[in-house]
């Protein structure tokens, strides 16, 4: 049952400011709510960028000794960026998968 559960947090331009457990089988459609938000300020900052979600993997070993990467937190923004911040920020990211919407 536990594995039915993953970590969410939400963050700003300063840090996170909530967070909670949220059904893996509703992730999809709480990043499609994000994805539409991201869109509208897309369209009102004139930003080159807008991270809106990432997923976050870690490995993990299971017992039989396989190595596996497993979601263990999503995590929602509203990030308007221009390409500079924009690849600063996700440049060096890694086991993440990263939620934006481009202007070009």
């Known amino acids: 049952m536990a594995d039915a559960f993953v970590r969410w947090t939400?963050?700003?331009?300063?840090g996170a400011f909530a967070s909670g457990y949220i059904l893996k089988s509703e992730v999809e459609g709480q990043l499609q709510r994000f994805?539409?938000?991201?869109?509208?300020?897309?369209e009102e900052t004139g930003a080159e960028h807008v991270i809106y979600g990432a997923k976050v993997y870690s490995d993990r070993t299971d017992e039989d000794g396989?190595?596996?990467?497993?979601?263990?937190e999503v995590r929602f923004y509203m990030l308007a960026l221009d390409d500079e911040e924009f690849?600063?920020?996700?440049?060096?990211?890694?086991?993440?998968?990263?939620?934006?919407?481009h202007r070009r």
């Open 10 to 14: 939400q963050w700003n331009e300063i």
């Open 35 to 42: 994805e539409k938000q991201a869109k509208q300020a897309l």
């Open 66 to 72: 396989n190595k596996r990467s497993v979601l263990t």
């Open 87 to 101: 690849y600063k920020r996700t440049n060096a990211v890694r086991n993440e998968v990263i939620y934006a919407l």
